[in-house]
């Protein structure tokens, strides 16, 4: 049987309007009840995410290739949606709106990245992936190192106690809802 998954059903899925089923996305919810604040969640997600796009390269099969592409286009979606409803704002508010600007067009940019890897996948050009893929790690690992080292710590230290905890509680929900 051949997985066939077009640019619509990854952007459905990862809006939660199609349901992946319980056994092809094990665990993500969990990913946002990791302990720690909204910082130490996102930090651990970046890690699942390099962790994901690894296995879509070492996938030994069309088949697995697609499986493992709609496990991390769908993780990517919803920790990309959690951040730009909770953090990208209050970066903007309390932090630098040139920053924050950055951070959602480089995220836009991702999300053609990938729906082009799953133009690829569903026309069956696996060939074209690792070049695909290379772009899309290099970007990521890009952008994550602009929220963990530029952005982020200086955000979490000019809030509060209080708003920390509130963005801590809406990015776990936003994230548990686009993955579920
Ligand atoms: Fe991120």
Same mark, same amino acid.
């Given at each position: ?65 697609? *499986? ?7 993780? =990517?979606? #919803? %920790?990309?949606?959690? @951040? /730009?409803?909770?953090?990208? +704002? ?40 690792? *070049? ?7 970007? =990521?690992? #890009? %952008?994550?190192?602009? @929220? /963990?080292?530029?952005?982020? +710590? ?27």
């Amino acid at each position: 049987m051949e997985l066939k998954l077009s640019r619509r059903d990854f952007g459905l899925a990862a809006a939660g309007v199609v349901a992946m089923g319980a056994t092809a996305m094990p665990g993500f919810a969990g990913a946002a009840d990791a302990g720690g604040d909204w910082l130490d969640i996102i930090k651990a997600q970046h890690q699942e995410l390099d962790r994901l796009l690894a296995a879509v390269k070492s996938a030994g099969s069309h088949e697995a290739r697609v *499986a493992a592409f709609k496990r991390f286009s769908v993780y =990517l979606f #919803a %920790h990309c949606l959690a @951040e /730009e409803v909770t953090v990208y +704002p209050a970066l903007a508010i309390t932090g630098s709106e040139s920053a924050s600007k950055q951070l959602y067009g480089e995220q836009d940019g991702a999300k053609v990245l990938v729906a082009r890897v799953a133009d690829a996948l569903a026309a069956g050009h696996d060939s074209d992936l690792p *070049a695909m893929l290379d772009t899309l790690g290099t970007a =990521l690992h #890009a %952008h994550v190192a602009e @929220e /963990e080292n530029r952005d982020f +710590p200086p955000l979490k230290a000019k809030e509060d106690a209080a708003t920390n905890t509130r963005l801590t509680s809406e990015f776990k929900a936003t994230f548990r809802r686009a993955s579920a």
